[in-house]
């Protein structure tokens, strides 16, 4: 009981950080244009965005899953976390998205979400700290349809304060390097103190050889985020023949 409480205690403060940093943390913003991009490019020629249905995994306060229904798409975020759902509905009714929701449950378990339900589908940094990453991504590719595409990212190795702070100051200077503390230090206190799982941290080979596993083509790899701390799979589940 004392850890679920912590748990919660540790999800709720998450979430607040999150918030907080949304539009001023410059790696996030970065980072999301690209995923958004992404998804902008696999929408067909012509197509309605409404019609577009996108699934965001470990949405957690739901900023991201709240621009991509902003922007036409309509949006399931999912989360295993329930007080960042709870969050995540609250940006949801306050900004009356009615062709976004949320729901709180671990898709892993595969017993939530019909077969070929989602167009596209959007994870970042959730994989290293989930239980089985493998069953999630076995799970993503059930319910992407045929020919859909899916953007994930996730972390190759920990953000450690002190060597992120002194790569950064060497190549991009201090202000950076400072700017940088913004995420890391809260990542940090977030890290030690939930429940340990993993982390799984996997390089681009890695990575590639775990969602093709799983089904997936890939179509695009590349490094983001903090000084590179995160790999992009851009992938693709095939028709088929």
Request: hydrophobic letters at 40%.
């Amino acid at each position: 009981m004392l850890r679920r409480l912590l748990d919660r205690f540790v999800s709720i403060g998450y979430g607040v950080v999150y918030d907080s940093l949304w539009e001023r943390f410059p790696p996030y913003q970065a980072l999301q244009r690209e995923v958004f991009e992404l998804v902008e490019r696999a929408v067909p020629d012509g197509a309605n965005r409404r019609d577009v249905r996108v699934l965001e995994l470990g949405c957690g306060p739901g900023n991201f899953s709240v621009k991509l229904a902003e922007a036409g798409f309509t949006v399931v975020g999912v989360d295993r976390y329930g007080s960042l759902i709870e969050l995540a509905r609250e940006k949801r009714q306050a900004k009356r998205l009615a062709h976004l929701s949320f729901q709180h449950g671990d898709i892993a378990r595969g017993n939530m979400l019909k077969d070929g339900s989602f167009d596209q589908i959007v994870n970042i940094h959730s994989l290293y700290v989930h239980p089985a990453p493998d069953q999630k991504l076995g799970q993503a590719f059930r319910v992407l349809r045929p020919g859909g595409h899916a953007v994930f990212v996730n972390h190759t190795r920990r953000v450690a304060l002190g060597p992120t702070f002194r790569e950064l100051r060497n190549r991009e200077g201090l202000g950076a390097a400072i700017r940088s503390l913004l995420w890391v230090v809260p990542n940090g206190i977030f890290e030690a103190a939930r429940t340990q799982v993993g982390p799984t941290y996997w390089d681009e080979k890695e990575f590639a050889g775990h969602l093709q596993a799983a089904g997936f083509t890939v179509v695009e790899t590349r490094r983001t985020f903090l000084n590179g701390a995160s790999v992009l799979m851009w992938v693709r589940k095939d028709s088929p023949d």
